[in-house]
């Protein structure tokens, strides 16, 4: 079986071992956002690649659910020492390593995709994992409070102000003029199904989207696409979702998000119907297109409606690896493969 997911950091990796643990003997490929890229020392760091491959390798930090297991932060103290930041950006030093690396391949003129796929062969995850793109995105975030209005990158917005600065709204610089990464169509068209994890649906699944060219494979794509749920009982699983979609106007629960994607609507489906609009993970307007053709919620939310898509419901907290391939189950179920 063919699978294609697309995924951000720790609750896309988290849901990735499940698919491996459901499907032991699936080709998987993984889509992974970079519009968290930043680059800090001169070296060009992709939290969400990372955490895909750290989790999928075997080498990710199970307390932190980010950076290397086993990990010291030498580095990081000198650099405060002389005073140098952001104090706020957690830098290892087996991290260091890995971005060192990758900035190296970068600088010598190897395009991201081949950079990922170098980084791999020693962390060997098991999946075939693409960043959405080659040329560089970033994601920032527009501010106004009593020191104005100003941009700031996503990452500051996420781990120094802790979303604490409400959002006008959130903007993946350079998606526009990107194009997918070598694979990442094919991926999608030639899928047996595709799967949107529960990560962020604004700054990574929303990201992703904002690729020219990914919108519209998922929405043509003959495999079901089903997705799950980030959010349960109108509050996000994971960090601050809920202030990523205040900034695009869409509100905190699982039948706004599911809307949000919006349903395709294919002939046969259970519930199909008309399509849903909403906006991107950029905040444009992405018409009525919709992309899923399932959606998964929690069973605090089972009386959620998405038109167009079947929505099933279930107990959606990834505890253990085994409740992770289970909800993978459903999302399978609700696929018919």
């Not at 030498?74 to 900035?103: I, K, M, N, Q």
Request: with cysteine; glycine share 14%; net charge negative.
């Amino acid at each position: 079986m063919k699978v294609t997911a697309l995924a951000g950091g720790i609750g896309g990796s988290r849901f990735l071992l499940g698919v491996q643990a459901a499907l032991p003997d699936a080709d998987i490929t993984v889509i992974g956002n970079t519009g968290d890229d930043i680059t800090l020392h001169g070296l060009r760091i992709c939290p969400d690649l990372d955490t895909v491959m750290y989790t999928l390798g075997g080498g990710i930090s199970a307390e932190r659910g980010w950076g290397r297991e086993d990990e010291s932060f030498v580095v990081a103290e000198e650099l405060a020492a002389y005073g140098v930041g952001p104090a706020w950006f957690g830098l290892g030093d087996r991290d260091l390593a890995t971005h060192l690396v990758r900035t190296q391949m970068l600088d010598a003129g190897h395009p991201l995709s081949d950079v990922v796929a170098a980084l791999c062969v020693r962390w060997k995850p098991g999946v075939r994992l693409l960043p959405m793109c080659d040329q560089r995105v970033e994601t920032h975030v527009v501010l106004e409070d009593e020191q104005g209005q100003r941009a700031v990158h996503f990452q500051e917005w996420w781990l120094r102000m802790r979303a604490g600065v409400p959002a006008r709204s959130i903007v993946a610089l350079g998606a526009e003029r990107a194009t997918p990464a070598p694979g990442v169509l094919d991926a999608i068209a030639d899928a047996d199904v595709v799967l949107l994890p529960p990560s962020n649906p604004v700054v990574s699944i929303g990201t992703i989207l904002a690729v020219p060219g990914i919108r519209d494979a998922l929405a043509a794509t003959s495999a079901p696409v089903v997705g799950i749920s980030p959010i349960i009982g109108g509050a996000a699983v994971r960090g601050m979702a809920d202030a990523c979609l205040a900034a695009i106007g869409v509100e905190t629960s699982a039948q706004a998000v599911g809307r949000h994607y919006g349903g395709r609507g294919r002939t046969g489906s259970p519930s199909a119907g008309a399509g849903a609009g909403g906006t991107d993970g950029a905040g444009g307007a992405v018409g009525t297109a919709g992309l899923l053709d399932g959606w998964v919620v929690d069973t605090a939310d089972a009386d959620t409606v998405v038109p167009g898509a079947t929505v099933v419901s279930r107990p959606l907290f990834m505890t253990d690896l085994t409740e992770t391939a289970a909800i993978v189950g459903t999302a399978l179920d609700l696929a018919g493969v």
